[in-house]
Nanobody, 128 residues
């Protein structure tokens, strides 16, 4: 059974840091593209990263590039999203997802990067 479970969300002050984890089961993360997405209240879902399995390269959206880092934590069987210099605009429900239809690079020109399995999300609130 394919399953993705996000954790680590919570309240953090502006300028702070937070690490989210995506625990995966039912597939091997390093064989498929994996992405992080977020949806702020009243806004559309935003793709913020996609990690290709073919070249082990992660694409970041301009809104998070330089502040967020994705890593595969094999010892924990998770794909983590390290967030720093957080802003109030980062407040959103964060989702991890996988594209099981692909075994290589991310589909960056496809809606939601072509992800077909999603976690239920974890809420990050950036506020003083």
């Amino acid at each position: 059974q394919v399953q993705l479970v996000e954790s680590g969300g919570g309240l953090v002050q502006p300028g702070g840091s937070l690490t989210l984890s995506c625990a995966v089961s039912g597939f091997t993360p390093d064989f498929h593209p994996m992405g992080w997405f977020r949806q702020a209240p009243g806004k559309e879902r935003e793709a913020i990263s996609c990690s290709s399995s073919s070249d082990n390269i992660t694409f970041y959206s301009e809104s998070v590039r330089g502040r967020f880092t994705v890593s595969r934590e094999y010892a924990k069987n998770t794909v983590d999203l390290q967030m720093k210099s957080l802003k109030p605009d980062d407040t959103a429900v964060y989702y991890c997802a996988v594209d099981l239809s692909a075994d290589g690079e991310c589909k960056l020109n496809t809606a939601n990067y072509g992800m077909d399995y999603w976690g239920k999300g974890t809420l990050v609130t950036v506020s003083s």
